[in-house]
């Protein structure tokens, strides 16, 4: 009898293990599937904004009331001796400025490399594209401000910014634009070491264009983007630009870039500031 007893218990909680190891296998699978259905949202999200963005864009470039003004550019820096180090940069600039579409494209790239006792390091490697397009009604505009950078200093492999909104320019004239802008941006940001992640922001930003003289020009620009759930959480970009022309193809350049970012790992800097100097030549 306790034979018996003991014949029917075994099969009896084997087939409560496998009805457990089931129900704990499914559970595993839903979770997967409502993690790669998170990831499709996400996806489609960025498909959709881009999308918006792209047909924004291509009325801006197809409009025919300006023509367009591109640059190329380019710059070296060789050190040699205890230590050797290079930094090198390159830039593509297309814009166009008309009666009703503003528009400007580009794209820029800085790499860094320093060998001191025949071990290299990289201390620079970033790139950043942008495409800006404008919609002017009288002083005020509509904007679309749209940007994609990755910097693997500081472990962003990639930060996709996509914005729109409002903008008034509160003077104009043949030397001088100064514009200042409102709206919202979706950012999204994949980096090295942390999940990736993707929020809503606020935009407040101005632009300054200045032309000194018949052959050289400033610049200033800034904008400030807080996450909508969390002011503390933000990016602050600024950027100041002097350009002097050497003949009628060529010019002089210099850039100051500034780029702080609150929420960064323990072992990173905030803030990252750039002087870049190069040679522009004019297509």
């Known amino acids: 009898m306790i034979t018996c007893l003991l014949d029917f218990a075994v099969p009896l909680e084997n087939r409560h293990g496998l009805s457990l190891f089931h129900f704990l296998s499914g559970q595993w699978q839903l979770s997967v599937i409502f993690e790669k259905l998170h990831k499709i949202r996400r996806k489609m999200k960025k498909v959709v904004i881009i999308a918006i963005g792209a047909v924004v864009l291509v009325q801006g470039v197809f409009a025919a ?126 980096l090295a070491n942390d999940p990736s992640d993707d929020y809503a922001a606020a935009r407040f930003a101005f632009r300054h264009d200045q032309n000194l003289s018949d052959s050289s020009k400033l610049w200033l620009s800034a904008e400030y983007m807080p996450n909508v759930d969390d002011f503390e959480d933000y990016l602050l970009n600024g950027e100041a630009g002097l350009e002097a022309a050497l003949n009628s193809s060529l010019s002089l350049r210099v850039v100051l870039q500034n780029r702080y970012d609150s929420t960064v790992p323990a072992d990173r800097e905030k803030n990252d500031l750039s002087v870049i100097s190069s040679l522009v030549y004019k297509l």
């Open 65 to 190: 009331d300006a023509k367009w003004e591109s640059t190329v550019a380019a710059g070296l820096n060789l050190t040699s001796g205890n230590s050797d180090t290079m930094a090198a940069n390159a830039s593509v600039n297309a814009e166009k400025a008309g009666d009703v579409h503003e528009i400007r494209l580009g794209a820029e790239g800085n790499f860094g490399e320093s060998t001191i006792n025949e071990v290299d390091e990289t201390t620079t490697q970033n790139a950043k594209a942008v495409a800006i397009y404008k919609r002017k009604f009288n002083e005020f505009f509509l904007y679309s401000d749209n940007s994609i950078f990755h910097d693997k200093m500081t472990d962003v492999d990639s930060r996709l910014i996509l914005g729109i909104g409002v903008g008034r320019r509160l003077f104009e004239n043949d030397n001088t634009k100064l514009d200042i802008e409102l709206g919202a941006a979706y950012i999204s940001e994949e």
